[in-house]
């Protein structure tokens, strides 16, 4: 679910959050990063100042719509824990636990609003289907480490909610499914925030791509947008690419150090 959270304003993005989840229909419902109170921060006070509980009252109405819906739902927020803000997602499934990732690699001027993520990369199984689902956030796309490490760790298919304002994300996504065999989903935001005179542009085209690095589905650069795929995620998990060589066991850690 491809749209433009506005800045500061917690009630109206999650009440369009909440109303995408009962309309949008699939398995496993995506949303950009800090989808619910938008993205240019410029110090802690201010993010603290969206950062929301594990009991907010909004977050409970997420999880009662997934448990409702019988939908997995993965949502950027701001995350309150511990005297710590952090840049996370929340992963909603039904009959489960939510459990948070929180971003580790901290672009820009996140790192004057955000602690570094602690949570590491792991996988959760999706209900409905059996499907391995790993999260990273946006940045995380860079460092080629957090795709390989939930790649290994069982992921069939990898969610990235973004807040994109590069176009080199669309070369290098491929190349992240292709060297780990996996599906991969882009949630972008689109969008303007200009704050002291600084604009960021968010570039929208949210896509998703096949474990070959096939493109199965974009949206466009600058306006709400919903796009829906069915993923083959039963053959990420054979490794193999022709009769003799598995990318994962044809490894070699002890050249990589």
Request: with cysteine.
């Amino acid at each position: 679910m491809q749209f433009a959270p506005a800045l500061f304003e917690l009630d109206a993005n999650c009440r369009f959050i909440e109303q995408s989840i009962s309309t949008i229909d699939a398995d496993v419902v995506v949303f950009p990063e800090l989808a619910t109170c938008g993205y240019f921060f410029l110090n802690a006070d201010e993010s603290r100042s969206v950062a929301m509980p594990e009991d907010d009252a909004r977050l409970r109405t997420f999880r009662e719509c997934s448990e409702e819906l019988k939908k997995t739902v993965v949502i950027g927020y701001a995350e309150s824990s511990g005297g710590n803000v952090y840049n996370s997602a929340l992963i909603l499934r039904p009959g489960s636990e939510p459990v948070s990732y929180r971003k580790t690699h901290l672009f820009y001027k996140e790192r004057y609003c955000f602690t570094p993520g602690d949570s590491g990369f792991f996988v959760v199984d999706e209900p409905r289907t059996g499907a391995r689902l790993g999260v990273m956030i946006c940045y995380d796309w860079r460092f080629p480490e957090a795709a390989r490490t939930l790649a290994l760790r069982g992921a069939d298919i990898i969610l990235c909610p973004s807040n994109l304002v590069t176009t080199l994300y669309g070369k290098v996504m491929p190349a992240r499914a292709i060297e780990n065999k996996v599906n991969l989903v882009v949630t972008n935001r689109w969008g303007t925030e200009t704050r002291d005179e600084e604009s960021l542009l968010f570039r929208g085209e949210s896509a998703m791509y096949k474990f070959n690095g096939e493109l199965l589905a974009v949206s466009p650069s600058a306006a709400d947008s919903v796009i829906v795929a069915d993923m083959d995620y039963l053959n990420t998990r054979n490794k193999m690419f022709n009769s003799v060589n598995d990318i994962f066991a044809d490894r070699r850690p002890d050249m990589y150090e």
